[in-house]
């Protein structure tokens, strides 16, 4: 954990994260009722106010793969009551994984290649999404098929930053009406940068 203005009690933090982990594998848990085979590490970056209150969080890394389950994790950090820093705002990171069921079969892995020719085909659609950020967006997303070839089931991203954040529902929009190769008959699982 880190401060960049403030400093944080370590200890304390840990165990507020330990407080929220419920309300975290809840999020977690109803993804499980949409994709039975949804896994993967995040990595928030919340900047905690000197009040104790949430000033921003943000995925800087996500290989989950599904907003609704991202989003009810970043709500469940920004309503809870964090350490009071000392010293002005602190900033902090913490990274948790999650496993899919034993009995969930996990979709086949693919390389970005396999959806190349359909974010060329959206470059427009992207840029104007990421208008005024700079910096990359990490998207990881299921396909299944669906005739003639496959489409995005779910689809989850990190930003470069907090303020890029707000550009996320914009850019899975478009992820989500991408229109890709079929996997075949069970799903698969991809990340690209954008």
């Given at each position: 954990?880190t ?7 370590e ?12 309300t975290l ?6 993804g ?6 949804l ?7 919340m900047r905690?106010?000197a009040?104790g209150?949430?000033?921003w969080?943000?995925?800087e ?10 989003k009810c994790?970043?709500d469940?950090?920004?309503a809870?009551?964090w350490?009071l820093p000392?010293?002005?705002?602190a ?7 999650f ?5 969930a079969?996990?979709?086949t892995?693919w390389?970005?290649?396999r959806?190349?020719?359909a ?10 999404c990421?208008?005024?950020t700079?910096?990359?967006f ?6 299944e098929q669906?005739?003639p070839g496959?489409h995005?089931?779910a689809?989850g991203?990190?930003?470069?930053n907090a303020a890029?954040a707000?550009k996320?529902?914009c ?7 991408l229109?890709?190769?079929s ?8 990340s690209?940068?954008?």
């Amino acid at each position: 954990m880190t401060a960049e203005l403030g400093q944080i009690d370590e200890a304390a933090t840990i165990k507020t994260f330990d407080r929220v982990r419920p309300t975290l594998m809840s999020c977690y848990t109803a993804g499980l009722g949409r994709l039975e085979y949804l896994a993967g590490d995040v990595k928030f970056f919340m900047r905690v106010k000197a009040d104790g209150h949430v000033h921003w969080v943000f995925l800087e890394q996500t290989t989950l793969g599904d907003r609704t389950t991202e989003k009810c994790m970043l709500d469940a950090l920004t309503a809870t009551q964090w350490p009071l820093p000392e010293g002005g705002e602190a900033e902090v990171h913490q990274g948790l994984g999650f496993d899919p069921p034993a009995d969930a079969r996990p979709p086949t892995s693919w390389g970005s290649d396999r959806v190349a020719a359909a974010l060329v085909k959206h470059a427009k659609d992207f840029a104007a999404c990421k208008q005024g950020t700079s910096g990359t967006f990490q998207v990881t997303a299921y396909i299944e098929q669906k005739a003639p070839g496959g489409h995005v089931l779910a689809s989850g991203s990190t930003a470069p930053n907090a303020a890029s954040a707000s550009k996320l529902d914009c850019l899975l929009g478009v992820v989500n009406d991408l229109r890709v190769p079929s996997p075949g008959s069970y799903p698969a699982k991809v990340s690209f940068t954008l």
